[in-house]
Structure formats: C-alpha cells, structure tokens
C-alpha cells in the first residue's frame, strides 16, 4: 500500500470517526418512557455527571457528554435537579445544563391567602398533601421568637412567588416563607408589637380590598379597639369554622354564634392571632392607620370593592338599608 493510500484511508477513517461523533452529539435520543429527573450534586465532575444521564436514559453513550464538555471547555455546568421529558440530543442536554434550566414547581401566594388556602394550591401542584402543610405551619415554634403568643404560623407566611423543588419540605417550605416575613418585617425598620400588628394587618387584608380605604379600615378597628366595641369582622367568623372544619363557603347563623374566640361577634379585642397572610400595604395600613371617627363600614353594592364608612349607628343602618335596597334590584 503506497503512502498516499495509507493517508487517504487514515483521512477516511477519521472524516467517518468525526461523522459518527457529530451524529451522536446532534440525534434526539430518549432511553426512558416518562419524565424522569436527573440530581446533579454541587461539585460533579464531568464524566461522573455523563454516568448519570446515561443511567438515567437522557444519553445514549457517556463518551459522547465528554466529548461535548471538550468543545467547550469554557462553560459552567450548574448543578440542580433536572427534568427530561423528551427525546434532546447530547448538545441540547449540555445547554440546559450550562443554562442551569433546572426544574422547580412554582407556588403563588397572593396577599389574603391562609395557610389553608396555601395547603391546596400546594396539594394541587402535587409537592406534598394539604394536611402535611399544615401539619407544619400550624407549629408557630419557627416564629416564636417574633411573636410568642402566636398559636400557628398564620400571618408570617408571607404572600409571594415560591420556587419550590421535588425536595422541599412543608417545614422547609414555611422556612422560606416565614423568612420572606422576616426580610419586609424588617425593611419597616418598627417598634410596633408584631402581634397586634399583623392580627390587625390579617383583618385589614380580608376586608380592604381597595388600597386607598386599607388605612381607613385599619382606623375603624382600631377605634373599636380603644373603646372597647366588637370587631364584628366577618372573615373572623369564616376563619372560626375553618378551623372546626365546618365552614360551608358562606356565613350561617350558627357560623355568628360560634363562641371560637376567633369570632368577633362574640368575643370584643383582636382574636388569638392572625387570620389571613397580609401582604406589605395592609401592615403598613395597620401601623398607620387614618385618622377620623368613623366607626362602621358596609361594602357597597356596585361591585367595585369599595365601601361606605360612617360615624354613628344611625348612618349605619342607612347604609346598610341602601345596599340591601341596590342587592335587591339586581337581576
């Protein structure tokens, strides 16, 4: 065999070797028949992370990953958890690793939500069951230390956006959110009892639902307060069956005459704790609340969310009278 020979069947093989590399780094593969998830430690090494996803189905051949890594050798591989639910080929995995597109549930707790509110959306993401949640947040213990009368960790979990992994906990969960707490809690730089603070704050948050009338109510329960007048909060009344589990969706008789110290109707003061997780506008409402007399409020029957405050019994009653006159002429 001549010398040009021996080259030109070098060259060959070596043009077939690169061809069979680049079609395994650029071919869609899929070893595995559901979504499957893929834990990269911190500190993986990069033939150790090529093992991985070829035990897990996500890459025909280790070698290949490796090979990838050569090419760009430069690039960062994040660690995480990630989730693989189609075929991708070799480059592609890379690229989300480099990307660190790492899988998280996401768990939205908008402001007013309780912590049973936050045990379903929770339960319907499928992380963990309701009754684990509240297994968890209904032990104050993580938020002793900011508040010791607190019966449960109502009121500290703060409303935000929550990235959650397949490895959270309920109790690492209410850590996160008690945590989030802490940081706005903070940030108002005040020396105001936390308590009363956010017990006021969790009442403001289930009646104000205009951001203008927020201080104008957190002023009404705390004249009530001073003078020593029932709150006569509804959403009181409604946190009072949730807890006997006997809530229904709407308010009973027998929901009014619940003697649960969490029912204004019945018992005068703020009730154990608070009743709802306030976002940063109603606990600023509750430490600063309007100035003023008023002493009442109904809502008003437009829909707009607003309502109508008044001094005296008597105004009271008349509005009252009003939005029960505007309920009755709906269709």
Not at 2 to 23: K, M, S
Not at 144 to 161: S, V
Not at 174 to 202: N, Y
Request: with cysteine; net charge positive.
């Amino acid at each position: 065999m001549t010398i040009f020979r021996r080259l030109a069947l070098v060259l060959l093989l070596g043009l077939g070797a690169a061809g069979y590399i680049a079609i395994n780094l650029n071919t869609p593969y899929s070893g595995f028949s559901r979504d499957t998830f893929v834990d990269i430690p911190k500190g993986t090494g990069t033939r150790q992370m090529a093992a991985l996803l070829e035990s897990s189905g996500v890459i025909r051949h280790s070698w290949s990953f490796v090979v990838a890594r050569a090419f760009r050798y430069n690039a960062t591989l994040q660690a995480g958890e990630y989730r693989f639910a189609q075929p991708a080929s070799v480059l592609e995995v890379f690229d989300r690793i480099v990307r660190g597109d790492i899988f998280y549930y996401e768990l939205v707790v908008p402001e007013g939500k309780n912590m049973f509110d936050i045990a379903a959306s929770v339960e319907g993401l499928k992380v963990f069951s309701a009754a684990q949640f509240l297994q968890a947040a209904r032990n104050p213990a993580p938020i002793r230390d900011l508040d010791p009368q607190a019966p449960t960790q109502e009121g500290y979990l703060f409303p935000n956006t929550y990235r959650l992994s397949r490895a959270t906990t309920p109790a690492g969960l209410c850590l996160m959110m008690t945590g989030k707490f802490r940081e706005v809690w903070s940030g108002l730089q005040s020396d105001a009892p936390v308590h009363r603070t956010i017990t006021l704050a969790s009442l403001v948050e289930k009646e104000g639902k205009l951001p203008a009338e927020r201080p104008v109510i957190a002023s009404v329960f705390a004249r009530r307060l001073s003078i020593g007048m029932k709150l006569d909060c509804d959403p009181t009344t409604i946190y009072a069956a949730l807890l006997g589990a006997s809530y229904t969706g709407a308010i009973h008789k027998s929901d009014l005459a619940n003697d649960s110290p969490y029912n204004t109707y019945q018992h005068a003061g703020l009730p154990p704790g608070p009743i709802a997780n306030p976002g940063l506008a109603s606990i600023q409402a509750a430490l600063h609340p309007a100035g003023g007399d008023y002493l009442y409020f109904v809502a008003r029957a437009d829909g707009s969310g607003g309502h109508n405050f008044s001094s005296t019994l008597a105004a009271q009653d008349a509005n009252v009278a009003k939005y029960r006159r505007a309920v009755a002429r709906r269709p």
